[in-house]
Structures are given as C-alpha cells and as structure tokens.
C-alpha cells in the first residue's frame, strides 16, 4: 500500500487524448502502469509505481538503490506475475 | 524470525487492488468485512546488524509512497534513543517538507482517487451530476489534470529543503543536512502562494482562501455551497453539493474513534526527541477522540502491544481506532482556538463521520497546512543552527508522526552499535487490515458494516468508503452470504 517500485519504462502504451499508460520493466517482470502523475516521463526513464500509478521520475541509481532495499526485505514478492 | 510479507489470497500484483470480503444479509446490507492484508509488514529482525543510519534511508526507499514521513520517523527513533536535540530550524525544514508530502498527496488522492467515484452511473439521475462528470472524469475530467498538476508545486517545495521526493535522505539525527538560504526561502514563499493562487483558489474555491475561512459551521458551508448554479462552483464547493446529494454524508460512519500521533513540533529553541515531548508540542495535535470525548493519547498500549517479543495488536485499548486526515482535522478543531479550524468538528458534533466528512477533512487540512507552511518559511533564521551533533549509544527508542494516510509508528533497538530489531507500523495496518491473525476488525471494517449496498454488481459504496479512508484505488470486492459464507459474486469497484 506505501510501497513504491522503481521501474524503467520500456514502451508508452497509448497518448490517447491525455491518457498515458506505459510499459514498465521490473526486473525481468512487465508490468502496466499509468503516468498520469509522471507527464514528461519517457521511455527509458526511471519511475517509481505505487499501485499501478507512477508517482515520480527517480534516476538509475536511486532506483537501483530502491531495488535492492525490497529485494533483500521482501517488497519485491509484489512483482509477482499477473 | 525474518520480515514477515502478511499475504492474502489475492496478492501478488504490483497494481493488485484491495481484497475484501463482505458479509450481506438478504436486504444487501454488510454485516461483517473482513481485509486480507496485502502490506508489507516490517518485522522484528528488519534491518538487524545494519548501522543504526540505514534506518533512515531504508524506510524512506521501501516505503516511498510516504518516504519523507518514513525517514522523519526513522529519524525521530534514532534522536529518541541518543537523547539528542534539534535546532527550531531543522524542526521548520522538516515540517515544510512534510507538509509538502501531505499536500502533494492530497491534490493527488483528491483528483485521481476520490473525485472519480462521484461520476460513478449509480448517481446518474442525481443533480449536480453533469457537472461533476463534466469535470471529475478520470483521466478526461477538465479538473483531472490541473489536479495532477497543483501536486508539482508542493513537490517543487520539498525539492528545495529535501531533494527529490520521495527519496531526499536530507533528515539527519540532530537536524537537516539541506543547505539553506535566502534564495531557497524566497523561492519556497512563491512556490507556497503559487500553490494558494493557483490551486487553492483558483480551481479548488473559485473563492479566496479568507473568504473560505470565514465558513466555521454546518450552517455557513450549506449556504455558500447552495447559493450557486454548480458552473459556478469552485472543485470543492462542487464536491460539498454532490457528495451531500448523493447520499455521501450517509455512510461510512463507523466507530467514531479517532487516533492521531501528532506532527509538526515546531515551537521550542532546542527540541529533545521523544516521544512525550513529541506529543506535547505537535502543531497537528496528538490525541484519542473517543466518540464526542477528547483524551490525551497514551502510547503505552500501542508500544507495549508492538514491543518486538510480544504479538502485537493494532487496537487501541481493546477499540478499534481511525488514523489520517479525518483524526487530524477533528483534533485540531478540538484543540486549537482558531475559529477557521472548527468546521470539521462542528460538523461532526452535529452529524457523524461520513464519506463526505473524511473528504471534506482532507481537503481542509490543504488549508491549514498552507498557511502552516507560509508561517514557518517566515520563522526560519539563517543566523541560527540548523544541526546538532549527536552522540550515539545503544537503546530502545520510538517514533511517531503522521503520513498521508495517519500516524506513523517506528520502534527500535541499538545494541553494540548496530541495529538489533526494527519495526514499522505503518497506517494501513491499524486502519485496513483485519485478517493479520490479530486483530478481527479494523476501522475500514467497521465504517463498511451496515452499509446498504444497493447494487451488488456496482457496490460503489464500498469504493467510496475505501477510498474516503485512503484504503486502496481499487477494491476486489466478495460478496459472501451472512450465515453460510457462500460466494455469491466477485467485482471491483
């Protein structure tokens, strides 16, 4: 619920009037998420996906750092296949 | 004992929604729910053998939806074991920059969680419907994006004192490491009467905040909400009016007990960290409303119950309790003698809590924080410290504030230098969950049983409840039979 992953964006899904839905890469999971709250978001940029939402823009190694906190404290089981 | 992932039967996603199973009569009224957890729950042997200061930048990482609340936390635990003080300056950073989080948080949940509901079809035939949907739409809504975008400013805020949120690791023990000046200060006081122009004004009132401030009962907000065609209505004028049309003030009532943890310590030169001190000089007050009853809280309960060798139990002596903006706004209206803080509780004395109440409190607590923030740039001086030095030792210490979604608690233990066991307990666990073989109900739970759903195959009360709570963004909703527990059907919401 407050747990926020960081992501790198593979694809921008559709700029479908306003609406923006991307492909993020977790690892070697892809997931959907929207970038309402990320307008300049592109591809191969860093986000940070709370429940389906991409709240913010973080960098390489901020994410990286982020990454291996969930890792080792079991954040990560949320990256579980659909 | 490693940390232990609570998991339901419907985890496993990153976008998962909230899992509730609800119990209907045959008049489709809820007698019982019941919350699988889905949280992470950070248990006795976090971070154990890591150097006390991973504390601050692992929650804030791992909790990042509320980051700057985590590491302020973590921070007060380590300040309450090294008996340490904090300068008035770092105090005023630290409120800024939380405040920040708070308010970012709210122009988010407000336009891309809670307003949308309102365009549900089940109010379709309802007035002022078309206006609501003409501007509350998900994604397509003419205020969904001014929205998303009055949520850059707050940001923009915290960057200047904190970094990029939510990942700024700007709180030290003893202070802030942020390098203050002139500039900073000055372009925050612009970016904060942006933010009141721009946002609170401009789309949310279409009126001035001083006006607004003028409206302290029940009585006053019916009638600048009623004297006006709903175009003309300001965002939150437009909410007020539909919310009460649509039966908004009606459900969710629950168990009208009410925690807050307090935030914002501000006033003292030299602020030794602990807890009790913490409770006696927050700006937000801490405090249990039990019922129309105000009490001072006692941490003891929660501290006791959550110490790391016992099972914990995430009521409050034996009740259950609600945390986050709602608690917020009725303490301050409780203890605060400004009149333009009343509203919420005057609302509450003559009505109940409520769906309507929950969104009203968020959006008045916008208010109040703006001009909190406005007051506290003016208080910093560059002449004074804005750090201590601190001296570490081993110990046990706590800390406590509010997040977004409520009050926040960190417990740890110090020994040899290293950290022996960590924990959070976070809002969401007190608030939500049911099913964490403790506890048999929470106050989600409780503000969910006696609601008529009127439609189960579009139980948009339960949405609305959920989300006026801060629960989740979306609800996988099981209708079971009151007696046998049969599955009768499976929606979101």
Redesign the interface.
Known sequence: ?????PGRIKQILSQN???RKAKVA?GQII???YL??T?TAKVGDYV??????A??L??EK?AQ??FK??EK???L????P? | MSLAVKRGTGSGKLDRELEIDVFVNRNGVVTNAQLVPTEIRVDIDMLSGEPPLDSLIATSNIFGFCGGSHQLAAANTLEHIWNAKVPKNALLIRSIAQASELLQHTCRWFYGTFAPDLTNPAFANIEPFEEVNKRFTKHKGTSFWNGMKGATIPMAIYALFGGHWPHGEFIVPGGVSTEIDQEKIQTAKQLIEKFKKDWLEASLLNDTVANYQQIQTLEALQTWVENKQPEELGDFALFLRSAIAFGLDKIGEGQNRFITYGAFNVGETDFQVNPINHIKGATIPAGFLNKKTFQSIKLDPFIEANSFFSIPDLNYNDKVVELGSLARMLMLGQKEKNPAYHLVMDIYQKEQASVFLRGLARLQEAFVLTEKITSWLDQIDLKEPFRFEVEERDGFGVGITESPKGGLLHLGEIKDGKIKNYRVISPNLINVFTKNGVTKSSALAVNLTGTLIKDLNNPIEIGLICRSMDASQTCKVNFLKNRSGKLLSSVKV
Not at chain 1, 1 to 5: E, F, Q
Not at chain 1, 48 to 53: D, F, I, K, S
């Open positions: 619920m407050c747990l926020a992953i009037g306003s609406i977790f997931k959907d998420a309402d709250m307008p940070l996906v709370h429940a389906g939402v709240i913010n973080v960098n901020e750092k982020t906190y969930l404290y079991g954040g089981d949320e990256l579980l659909d």
